[in-house]
């Protein structure tokens, strides 16, 4: 089978591998129909972060279950599914109380690979999201919504509770790539009357309004905090950080009102940070890794399914396998919002 493979920052390409079998008995394997490109797959592929060169990549993808382990009962062979990238069991602490993003039963070193024709997926019974008939029921558009449940919607979404939005509030959205996007999408689902989006780009501009966005923001730092409190006041009622820079933290926890509380799902890029503007204005931190699985199942597959929201509109180019460096060129660049990948025909 083929498969995206890293080479060294700045490269990546597809290489030939045997096709993955079941080695325990709560896997399942998985035909991809549909994967995609992340931001933080950015990280190391501009050399932020270390990744082993050889090993594959991706951790997005919705396909067709295939085969499956003695202890998976809940999904079956031929089943169409959503495949998150937590891979929750479902019955540990973290996951009973609605955070299998931190799952305690998730395998050393993840199960990277989605980017690729097949894709071994651990902790199947509970973690896949069982998508209701075959891929060749849904049409392109919706095929796309349905991916980014694997991940980007459900990360915006993450923000948008982990800050507590309710209906009526003000939301300020810090970042415009595809987990901000999804954030202005999620907030307007939980009935944000005002959302105040932070984006110095023309084309995620209008796809922020598009999205619920009611006003838009480019300058950024103390700048940005200054235009936020005009339009405001007194700041926003929640923050949903986006970025994960130490400017981008900086001007959420200014950002909002006293008793605000921020939304964090950017992975941090500084381990230090000043909790003292906490302090003295009671604001919450609160976020980290999504709860893909239970929030899919709880409310965005059927918000999904129902056209409440579109959030595959974040997918802005389009790549077969082979031209992977591509899509990961045109995120880099800044040329897409999010690149897809389509690996096979449904």
Known sequence: MKAATFIEPGKVAVKEYDKPTI???????????????CGSDLWWYRGLSKRESGSTV???????????????????????????????????????????????????????????????????????VKIPGKPEDYSD???????????????????ATSAEVKKGNTVVVMGDGAVGLSGIISAKLLGAKRIIAMSRHEDRQKLAKEFGATDIIPERGDEAVEKIMELTGSGADAVLECVGTEQSVDTAVKAG?????????????????????????????????????????????????????????????????????DAYEAMDKRTAIKSLLIISEK
């Open 23 to 37: 080695q325990k008995p709560t896997d399942a394997i998985i035909r991809i129909v549909r994967a995609c490109v």
């Open 58 to 128: 991706g951790h997005e993808a919705i396909g067709v279950i295939e085969s499956v382990g003695s202890e998976v009962k809940d999904v079956k062979v031929g089943d169409f599914v959503i495949a998150p990238f937590t891979h929750g069991c479902g019955h540990c602490a973290a996951c009973l109380a609605g955070f299998d993003g931190d799952c305690l039963n998730q395998e050393a070193g993840g199960n990277g690979g989605y980017q690729g024709e097949y894709l071994r997926f651990t902790n199947a019974n509970w973690a896949l």
């Open 141 to 159: 558009a919706m095929l796309n919504n349905l991916l980014t449940l694997a991940d980007v919607m459900a990360t915006g979404f993450h923000a």
């Open 257 to 325: 009102r006293p008793g605000a509380v921020v939304g964090r799902v950017g992975v941090p890029q500084k381990a230090e940070m000043n909790t003292n503007d906490l302090f003295w204005k009671n604001i919450g931190l609160r976020g980290g890794i999504a709860s893909v699985t239970t929030d899919d199942k709880n409310i965005l597959l059927d918000a999904v399914l129902s056209g409440k929201i579109n959030p595959g509109k974040v997918f802005t180019k389009r790549f077969d396998l082979d031209h992977v460096q």
